[in-house]
């Protein structure tokens, strides 16, 4: 059974940094492309990140380009989320995912599993 569980959330004022951190088990971690995707309320799911199996290609989505840095260590089966530079906006809920099998960097329907989310809450 595959588990993906997500940590690091939690308030911060706008500026500050957090570092989320998504550890994976019963899967073959190393043989996924891995991105992350938040939900704020009332809003669409959507992916802001996305990086390889391999991490040689990577993804962000406009409002986090610059701020925040994904990263991987498939030693560890862990996933990271570097965010800096925190604003209100980014207030959400943070999923790691795991992709379909030839699928890199596609939309919610194209994720094979989930992780249980992680709530980020940024304060002015």
């Known amino acids: 059974q595959v588990h993906m569980v997500e940590s690091g959330g939690g308030l911060v004022q706008a500026g500050g940094s957090l570092r989320l951190s998504c550890t994976a088990s019963g899967l073959s971690f190393g043989d996924y492309h891995m991105g992350w995707f938040r939900q704020a309320p009332g809003k669409e799911r959507e992916r802001i990140s996305c990086l390889s199996w391999s991490s040689s290609r990577i993804f962000y989505t406009d409002p986090v380009k610059g701020r925040f840095t994904i990263s991987r260590d498939n030693a560890k089966n862990t996933l990271y989320l570097q965010m800096n530079s925190l604003k209100p906006e980014d207030t959400a809920m943070y999923y790691c995912?795991?992709?379909?099998?030839?699928?890199?960097?596609?939309?919610?329907?194209?994720?094979?599993?989930w992780g249980q989310g992680t709530q980020v809450t940024v304060s002015s």
């Open positions: 995912a795991a992709d379909r099998s030839g699928v890199f960097c596609g939309g919610a329907e194209t994720v094979q599993y």
